[in-house]
């Protein structure tokens, strides 16, 4: 078991560092950092036998923790897979591209999907509306609303068909910004955002009222989905802890 532990806390450093290397775009990709300590640490206690020693409803209680953690994360991964690959209905009143960060040289690999996503519904149903929304984070040159408008425009969708939501800075405000900008909760959406994401995108959606919510999934980079399939964890965990998805 502490070979083990050990070689969980090697695979956790080298996924951290290779994340760190070919940039994610955000600075979570520490926890794998965090997870390599935390095998380290459970692999001495387990080589000086501290976890013997320690009293028996101590280790009732830890095994207890992990075990209802466990679970947790295994049903909620579960639910993110379930949205994997929605494709949405066909005819939508809107949909709605969740933003992402923008780079000065265009859209980041990651919002590239979603707009890629976006075109192909658009093209592919010509009375559908889209909503770009995302506002402007202190490392973005410009508004993620106005960097995708840009690149949608650039590929051939017409202007009057895309609204701009420029003033959100979570997926949450993308929802609620982008609902009064439409008028109202009441029409048929499909929220456009990447695989991992589409579960976390549409239960918001129909919290804020947009019942038939669904998603429209736009692919990923693999080489970073493990970061994003925990670190989307996470994010659904502060959701319900903030009332935002019940």
């Known amino acids: 078991m502490t070979v083990l532990c050990i070689l969980a806390a090697f695979l956790c450093f080298l ?6 290397r070919i940039r994610s775009g955000n600075h979570f990709y520490l926890i794998w950092a965090l997870g390599g300590f935390f095998f380290l640490g459970l692999a001495a206690a387990l080589h000086f036998e501290l976890w013997s020693r320690a ?11 992990l075990a209802a953690g466990a679970v947790l994360f295994v049903v909620t991964e ?5 949205h994997y690959r929605d494709k949405g209905r066909p005819d939508l009143d809107y949909i709605i591209v969740l933003g992402a960060q923008m780079k000065p040289g265009g859209p980041s690999a990651v919002l590239k999907f979603r707009l890629d996503a976006a075109y192909d ?23 993620e609303a106005e960097g995708m408008y ?28 982008s609902a009064a900008l439409i008028g109202g909760t009441d029409k048929d959406v499909g929220i456009v955002t990447n695989n991992f ?5 549409v239960m918001l959606a129909r919290h804020a009222g947009f019942e038939n919510a669904c998603g429209i999934s736009a692919r990923s980079n693999i080489y970073f989905q493990p970061n994003n399939l925990v ?4 994010g659904i965990m502060k959701d319900l802890v903030c009332g935002n998805l019940v």
């Open 15 to 20: 996924y951290c560092f290779t994340v760190f």
């Open 55 to 65: 009293p028996l409803p101590l280790r009732r209680g830890m095994l207890c923790i």
């Open 78 to 82: 579960g639910c993110i897979f379930a």
């Open 121 to 143: 519904y658009l093209t592919a149903n010509e009375d559908t509306l889209c909503v770009v929304s995302g506002g402007q984070g202190s490392n973005e040159p410009c508004s």
């Open 150 to 177: 840009a690149y949608l425009v650039e590929r051939g969708i017409a202007p009057e068909r895309i609204l701009m939501e420029d003033q959100s800075t979570d997926t949450s405000e993308n929802i609620a910004f």
């Open 197 to 201: 994401h589409v579960f976390r995108g």
């Open 231 to 234: 670190r989307e964890f996470f």
